[in-house]
């Protein structure tokens, strides 16, 4: 049984810093991608940050300059550091593996973040 569990979320103030940790639990095979997507109320799963087995990164734009993805092979194990965080960041994070076979992906169970202002 895979399980993705994250933790690291939680409240802090505008402009502090935060770092979520995801660690995948039990066998898991053909692992493409690793990333971090979040979600309102209302409004759809976005993608945060993601990265691929070759160590390419990619971030939204709101992401950009202040969140870094990293990641430890060896323990699928992968992270985001998230600084400088504002008010529009708040939401439920969650971790998401992505795979070439089915199924294509797996998804933790999500983390709150809450920054206020």
């Known amino acids: 049984q895979v399980q993705l569990v994250e933790s690291g979320g939680g409240l802090v103030q505008a402009g502090g810093s935060l770092r979520l940790s995801c660690a995948v639990s039990?066998?898991?095979?053909?692992?493409?991608?690793m990333g971090w997507y979040r979600q309102v109320p209302g409004k759809q799963r976005e993608v945060v940050a993601t990265i691929t087995n070759g160590g390419t990164t990619n971030y939204a734009d709101s992401a950009k300059g202040r969140f870094t993805i990293s990641r430890v092979y060896a323990k699928n194990t992968v992270y985001l550091q998230m600084n400088s965080l504002k008010p529009e960041d708040t939401a439920v994070y969650y971790c998401?593996?992505?795979?070439?076979?089915?199924?294509?992906?797996?998804w933790g169970q999500g983390t709150q973040v809450t920054v206020s202002s």
């Open positions: 039990g066998r898991i095979f053909n692992i493409d991608a």
């Open positions: 998401n593996v992505e795979r070439s076979v089915s199924p294509y992906n797996y």
